[in-house]
């Protein structure tokens, strides 16, 4: 049965791992002095915990625990308080359960599985983190100009946007490799996510589509037997 209060923890749950995220961020690349860090590390052990409650909420809850832990294993990386960018950017895949947890409460199991199901939003994610992660410690290793990981972060995100501000730039030939590599990475995954969400809505309106031919037909069909009828009469 739905629990009401569930349901609205889940919404206040989303927001606060939403402005977690943004602090985070900001946090990445802006250090600000030690009372910023000290408050925004605070408050992301707050959510830390938050999230574990809700997570063992649902497992206990859950009518299925095996297939349960299966999908949220690697999220669990995602609540740690860790001072790794990585594993906190492991997050988004907690969030990404947590908004489809609270659209299944709002329009039932089946059109949020089968969404996940055609784009698997959650795993994309899960492959961008690790390419990103992967990326940024090569760069930093080969890459004499980019030698800290906020540097190194910021400059593969960039590249992998496509924004190319300039402010960051590889000297040496595995350093520029590496960024062509972010790049070309980075137009699969966006390319990819459009895609994949580009086919859903046009595989709707194809089914809308076809649901109101084949009323027509079933119109015109019944019209045909009132005339046989009226004929045979």
């Known amino acids: 049965m739905e629990n009401p209060q569930h349901s609205n923890y889940i919404v206040l749950l989303i927001f606060l791992t939403i402005i977690d995220l943004l602090l985070l961020a900001y946090i990445l690349f802006y250090p600000g002095d030690s009372s ?8 992301d052990i707050g959510i830390c915990i938050l999230l574990w409650i809700e997570f063992i909420y649902s497992y206990l809850h859950s009518d299925d625990k095996k297939q ?51 784009t698997y939003l959650d795993k994309i994610i899960f492959v961008a983190i690790i390419f990103i992660f992967t990326v940024t410690v090569l760069i930093c290793i080969f890459d004499s100009q980019i030698n800290d990981m906020q540097t190194a972060v910021w400059y593969i995100i960039v590249s992998m946007t496509s924004t190319g ?55 015109l069909t019944c019209e045909i037997k009132k005339l046989n009828e009226k004929m045979m009469g």
């Open 36 to 43: 910023v860090m000290f408050f925004v590390r605070t408050f």
């Open 68 to 118: 349960f832990m299966k999908e949220n294993t690697i999220s669990i990386l995602g609540m740690l308080p860790v001072d790794f960018v990585f594993l906190r950017a492991l997050r988004l895949i907690r969030l990404v359960h947590l908004i489809k947890q609270f659209i299944v409460k709002r329009n039932g199991e089946k059109t949020i599985i089968n969404f996940l199901k055609q």
């Open 165 to 219: 501000y300039g402010d960051v730039v590889p000297i040496i030939i595995p350093g520029r490799i590496l960024g062509i590599v972010a790049m070309i990475g980075g137009i699969l995954i966006f390319a990819i996510i459009t895609a994949l969400i580009s086919s859903i809505y046009t595989s709707k309106l194809n089914k809308e589509n076809y649901s109101n031919f084949q009323s027509q037909i079933n119109e």
